[in-house]
């Protein structure tokens, strides 16, 4: 296991804000689980931080707001979200994040089967 694989291995109880990683130039992202089945990732956005549209053939993946809100993508369609709401993306289905707001904006991503390629 990597170092990254090790955040949720070693002590499986963690406080994702503890672990958010926040840049100033552009969205910050850590792993905090990964294995062959699963990856367990955070997205965090200052204001004004996108993560493009783009799609995961064969993974579906999960979003869910930690803190904040903003404007995510899902086929082409804008859905606004807020801390403590869901958004699945199925597999090969364009999907994407704007923090269009003025706080931050942290989000647990999810995404099964992973194939190693975000």
């Known amino acids: 296991m990597s170092e990254a694989d090790n955040r949720i291995a070693d002590n499986p109880v963690v406080d994702p804000r503890r672990q958010a990683p926040w840049r100033s ?13 699963l990856l367990v990732g955070l997205n965090a956005f200052e204001p ?11 993974m579906d993946k999960l979003y869910y707001v930690i803190e904040g809100a903003g404007l995510f993508v899902l086929n082409g369609i ?9 958004l699945v993306a199925p597999g090969g289905v364009p999907h994407g994040v704007t923090n269009n707001g003025r706080d931050r904006l942290l989000v647990l ?6 194939h190693g390629a975000a």
């Open 109 to 114: 991503a999810v995404l099964a089967p992973w």
């Open 25 to 37: 130039d552009k969205m910050g992202k850590c792993t905090l689980f990964e294995s062959p089945r």
């Open 78 to 86: 804008e859905r606004p979200m807020r801390a403590g709401e869901l």
């Open 48 to 58: 004004g931080q996108s993560h493009a549209v783009h799609a995961h053939e064969g």
